[in-house]
């Protein structure tokens, strides 16, 4: 053991140090990749469990206008009641396809007397930088269905400013309205057939997907591997360079295997020619 001593010198414990830090950082970095690839793969399942099931009373999902529950994301609710169309707002700064435009949220005022938020689709932005013309909903008494997800927080340095606003803030949408309004969740409208082709446009359907992150995992985890192996290997080539020196001041010289030897070669009748010719 005492060619290995070397591994004691403090060099060797930085190095063995900052190999440690590497693979922490490269396995944290690692875990992470596993927990976003298990959000994703959570994403999946409310797609397939809630996307397409039949729709149940607003109500009876959200029994508290408050709260919300993220496996409710996507679920389909059932509205009745009339939209409040002189409440309308738009949301600035939302892509759609490559572009840029507004959402369109308009309230709905349910038959029970509370408003629920709801997104009515995508239109684009005018040359002006204002939203192009707005189709208003439906009026008087109607029958609607909407998939719910999050109200949006407000982001800093971003205001709303008349009937443009920066993010879907359901209590700052409630608090114009100035009625009793759901402020867990708000919905987007479900739309098919040639409805889903006309302004406000439908939103697409998420994408099941869950991503890159199983890979960028494991090559995370290879990384931190790889650094001690890298290490390991460093050691081993210092053993040795230090072994050749010891024996180098020892007077010993290190022992080379013999040079293989090449096989003879046939002589061929024009070399047995040759040979005749030079001896003449």
Not at 116 to 135: E, K
Not at 158 to 181: M, N, Q, Y
Not at 229 to 241: I, T
Not at 257 to 274: L, T
């Amino acid at each position: 053991m005492s060619e290995w001593r070397f591994l004691l010198t403090p060099r060797w414990g930085g190095y063995l140090a900052l190999v440690i830090v590497f693979a922490i950082a490269c396995s944290a970095l690692g875990t992470w990749q596993l927990n976003r690839r298990a959000e994703a793969l959570a994403e999946v399942a409310r797609i397939d469990a809630n996307y397409d099931a039949d729709p149940v009373p607003v109500q009876e999902a959200l029994p508290d206008p408050a709260a919300f529950d993220i496996e409710q994301r996507w679920q389909v609710v059932a509205l009745s009641g009339a939209y409040l169309a002189d409440e309308e707002v738009v949301v600035r700064n939302r892509p759609f396809e490559g572009s840029s435009g507004f959402e369109v949220i308009t309230p709905f005022r349910l038959d029970d007397g509370t408003v629920f938020m709801v997104d009515r689709g995508w239109i684009a932005q005018g040359s002006d930088g204002r939203p192009s013309d707005v189709p208003a909903p439906p009026a008087g008494e109607v029958q609607v269905s909407a998939r719910l997800k999050a109200g949006e927080g407000r982001i800093a340095g971003r205001t709303s400013t008349g009937d443009e606003f920066a993010t879907i803030d359901l209590e700052e949408l409630a608090a114009r309205v100035g009625e009793p309004s759901y402020t867990g969740a708000y919905g987007v409208l479900v739309q098919s057939g040639a409805d889903a082709t006309q302004p406000p446009l439908a939103a697409a359907r998420p994408e099941r997907d869950e991503g890159p992150h199983l890979s960028y995992a494991l090559q995370w985890f290879v990384f931190a591997l790889m650094a001690f192996v890298g290490l390991g290997w460093a050691a081993n080539q210092e053993r040795k360079a230090l072994a050749l020196t010891a024996a180098e001041e020892r007077g010993e010289a290190p022992v080379s295997a013999p040079a293989p030897r090449r096989p003879r070669r046939e002589r061929a009748d024009a070399d047995v020619e040759d040979e005749i010719l030079d001896r003449r």
